[in-house]
């Protein structure tokens, strides 16, 4: 079993597909002449503009609630990780792939909201929504509805709770199974009051922590002021090779960095358009420019944030994984993590842990003791403020995974009412609540390399089938994106019109003008 996870992992996050997004998104940056620069001032304003209604909730939700999904542990542990594999440089490329992405998240996010659908009290949409609709291909979007729902509802949920659980059992005792029971009643209680619960809850819990996140990081630039203009060329001069120690590793950084930057902003994977769909605009292009807007906010403001706070303070590793793994040896014997002898790679650079109680080899080799991941955000913290270091990332990585799993369940919800209608939709729904809180609860006492390879399954193929779709189906969201600046240009508010457009099978806008008389 484990073998054939790998085996399709390997397939589905092989370095063609990881080039292969990089170039989808410089391609739609190139087609839409780079609207992540023409159009800032716009992807900033509609944040706060758009309204919302019975059914819809306004553009400031729909967006809170897509970073929810993009803003999560990957931020924290993704991007110390991108750093420990790929060196400084990583940091550069993860920029690179937030800045094109951008477009993409634009393309799927309109696509999203033209082919999205009033069902019942809600607006619903999405990659299933618009394969059908733009593509005419039901069973494709069926795989992808399906897809979805396993990584989403029972894949993925635990491994986010997991890291809740790990952080606060480190920093405050509390034992897992409390946390488990505490998270899956605060997540029953949210996710019980539909999409608009949840909408509410993302709005004042996503810009705290991210806030929080960025205040600290800014602390402690503040503190090593003197550092930037070195800390800025480290990074650039490693993203190209030209740092001497990390020269040998630049196709490392790349690959890492555009790796953990798609993991992190989701551009291109099909998540995003989900919340899009629900807002309340009067034209497509506008929420596809909000959607944009928040693979900006998440990378270039979160996981830069992370970044900083590592690398100012040196509390990282570098390692050469083109080597072969060796184990980490601490006064002569193996170190062990879980119980097992942790390997590592060849270290490059081996960062400042512990310089206090250690020196000369004994504090390389203590280096070498800490795990890539959110341990390098929490040491840098507690180098900065000490003492502060631990319960700060156990408190973030809290409001970072718990806001992602509710994301995760708003996703799951959407695509159990593609496939359902009536009373099977609302038994669906109920299954997908009570299997999320399920699977939150168990990944706090239990979780597995299995479990996540399995989620990478799911959300691989919801990747590559969104990704093959947008590019088939791309058309009606650069028609949108003219049509909204031929009225910007006219002075007017868009207003959408398919019918005019020449775009079909969007029949929620051509009722929704009917009805207006428009």
Same mark, same amino acid.
């Given at each position: 079993?484990?073998?054939?996870?790998?085996?399709? !992992?390997?397939?589905?996050?092989?370095? +063609?597909?990881?080039?292969?997004?990089?170039?989808?998104?410089?391609?739609? #940056?190139?087609?839409?002449?780079?609207?992540?620069?023409?159009?800032?001032?716009?992807?900033?304003? &509609?944040?706060?503009? %758009?309204?919302?209604?019975? @059914?819809?909730?306004?553009?400031?939700?729909?967006?809170?609630?897509?970073?929810?999904?993009?803003?999560?542990?990957?931020?924290?542990?993704?991007?110390?990780?991108?750093?420990?594999?790929?060196?400084?440089?990583?940091?550069?490329?993860? +920029?690179?792939?937030?800045?094109?992405?951008?477009?993409?998240?634009?393309?799927? #996010?309109?696509?999203?909201?033209?082919?999205? =659908? =009033? /069902?019942?009290?809600?607006?619903?949409? %999405?990659?299933?929504?618009?394969?059908?609709?733009?593509? *005419?291909? @039901?069973?494709?979007?069926?795989?992808?509805?399906?897809?979805?729902?396993?990584?989403?509802?029972?894949?993925?949920?635990?491994?986010?709770?997991?890291?809740?659980?790990?952080?606060?059992?480190?920093?405050?005792?509390?034992?897992?199974?409390?946390?488990?029971?505490?998270?899956?009643?605060?997540?029953?209680?949210?996710?019980? *009051?539909?999409?608009?619960?949840?909408?509410?809850?993302?709005?004042?819990?996503?810009?705290?922590?991210?806030?929080?996140?960025?205040?600290?990081?800014?602390?402690?630039?503040?503190? !090593?002021?003197?550092?930037?203009?070195?800390?800025?060329?480290?990074?650039?001069?490693?993203?190209?090779?030209?740092?001497?120690?990390?020269?040998?590793?630049?196709?490392?950084?790349? $690959?890492?960095?555009? /790796?953990?930057?798609?993991?992190?902003?989701?551009?291109?994977?099909?998540?995003?358009?989900?919340?899009?769909?629900?807002? =309340?605009? #009067?034209?497509?292009?506008?929420?596809?420019?909000?959607? $944009?807007?928040?693979?900006?906010?998440?990378?270039?403001?979160?996981?830069?944030?992370?970044?900083?706070?590592?690398?100012?303070?040196?509390?990282?590793?570098?390692?050469?994984? #083109?080597?072969?793994?060796?184990?980490?040896?601490?006064?002569?014997?193996?170190?062990?993590?879980?119980?097992?002898?942790?390997?590592?790679?060849?270290?490059?650079?081996?960062?400042?842990?512990?310089?206090?109680?250690?020196?000369?080899?004994?504090?390389?080799?203590?280096?070498?003791?800490?795990?890539?991941?959110?341990?390098?955000?929490?040491?840098?913290?507690? @180098? $900065?403020?000490?003492?502060?270091?631990?319960?700060?990332?156990?408190?973030?990585?809290?409001?970072?995974?718990?806001?992602?799993?509710?994301? &995760?369940?708003?996703?799951?919800?959407?695509?159990?009412?593609?496939?359902?209608?009536?009373?099977?939709?609302?038994?669906?729904?109920?299954?997908? @609540?009570?299997?999320?809180?399920?699977?939150?609860?168990?990944?706090?006492?239990?979780?597995?390399?299995?479990? +996540?390879?399995?989620?990478?399954?799911?959300?691989?193929?919801?990747?590559?089938?969104?990704?093959?779709?947008?590019?088939?189906?791309?058309?009606?969201?650069?028609?949108?994106?003219?049509?909204?600046?031929?009225?910007?240009?006219?002075?007017?508010?868009?207003?959408?019109?398919?019918?005019?457009?020449?775009?079909?099978?969007?029949?929620?806008?051509?009722?929704?003008? /009917?009805?207006?008389? =428009?």
């Amino acid at each position: 079993m484990e073998d054939l996870v790998k085996l399709l !992992n390997d397939i589905l996050w092989g370095p +063609w597909f990881i080039y292969g997004i990089l170039l989808v998104g410089l391609f739609f #940056s190139i087609i839409t002449r780079f609207l992540q620069v023409r159009h800032i001032k716009d992807m900033f304003k &509609y944040m706060f503009k %758009g309204e919302k209604s019975e @059914k819809g909730i306004s553009s400031f939700q729909a967006l809170s609630i897509a970073l929810s999904g993009r803003v999560g542990t990957g931020n924290i542990a993704g991007t110390a990780t991108a750093i420990a594999m790929g060196g400084p440089g990583a940091v550069f490329w993860m +920029w690179m792939i937030a800045f094109i992405g951008a477009a993409t998240a634009y393309v799927e #996010s309109t696509l999203a909201q033209i082919y999205k =659908e =009033e /069902k019942e009290t809600e607006y619903r949409g %999405g990659p299933a929504f618009y394969i059908e609709k733009g593509m *005419g291909q @039901k069973w494709f979007a069926v795989i992808f509805a399906i897809a979805a729902l396993l990584a989403m509802l029972i894949l993925m949920p635990g491994v986010q709770s997991n890291a809740i659980a790990g952080a606060m059992n480190n920093a405050f005792g509390i034992d897992n199974w409390v946390i488990g029971l505490t998270i899956a009643i605060l997540l029953g209680v949210i996710i019980i *009051g539909g999409v608009k619960s949840i909408a509410n809850a993302a709005q004042v819990i996503v810009p705290f922590m991210a806030l929080a996140y960025i205040l600290m990081a800014l602390i402690i630039i503040i503190m !090593n002021i003197s550092e930037v203009p070195g800390v800025i060329s480290l990074i650039f001069s490693s993203a190209f090779g030209a740092q001497e120690v990390f020269g040998g590793i630049i196709g490392s950084a790349i $690959a890492w960095g555009v /790796k953990r930057g798609i993991y992190s902003n989701e551009a291109g994977q099909g998540t995003g358009p989900h919340p899009a769909a629900a807002a =309340e605009v #009067s034209h497509p292009a506008k929420q596809g420019l909000v959607q $944009a807007a928040s693979v900006y906010i998440d990378t270039l403001l979160i996981c830069s944030a992370t970044a900083f706070m590592i690398l100012f303070t040196g509390m990282y590793n570098v390692h050469d994984e #083109s080597a072969d793994q060796v184990p980490v040896m601490v006064n002569g014997e193996a170190h062990e993590v879980d119980g097992e002898p942790y390997e590592i790679y060849p270290t490059l650079f081996t960062g400042e842990f512990g310089t206090d109680e250690y020196s000369g080899e004994e504090q390389i080799s203590y280096a070498q003791t800490i795990k890539e991941g959110a341990a390098y955000t929490q040491y840098a913290v507690d @180098k $900065a403020l000490p003492g502060f270091g631990a319960p700060f990332v156990a408190i973030a990585l809290f409001f970072f995974a718990f806001t992602t799993i509710m994301a &995760y369940y708003y996703i799951a919800e959407t695509n159990v009412a593609y496939l359902f209608s009536g009373g099977a939709e609302k038994v669906g729904i109920w299954i997908a @609540k009570i299997a999320i809180i399920a699977a939150a609860f168990y990944g706090t006492v239990r979780t597995s390399d299995l479990a +996540w390879a399995m989620g990478d399954v799911g959300l691989g193929l919801m990747v590559w089938i969104n990704v093959i779709a947008i590019l088939i189906i791309m058309k009606p969201a650069l028609i949108a994106l003219k049509d909204y600046e031929k009225q910007k240009r006219e002075g007017k508010d868009p207003q959408f019109d398919p019918i005019k457009l020449g775009i079909k099978n969007a029949g929620f806008w051509e009722k929704r003008n /009917k009805e207006r008389g =428009e």
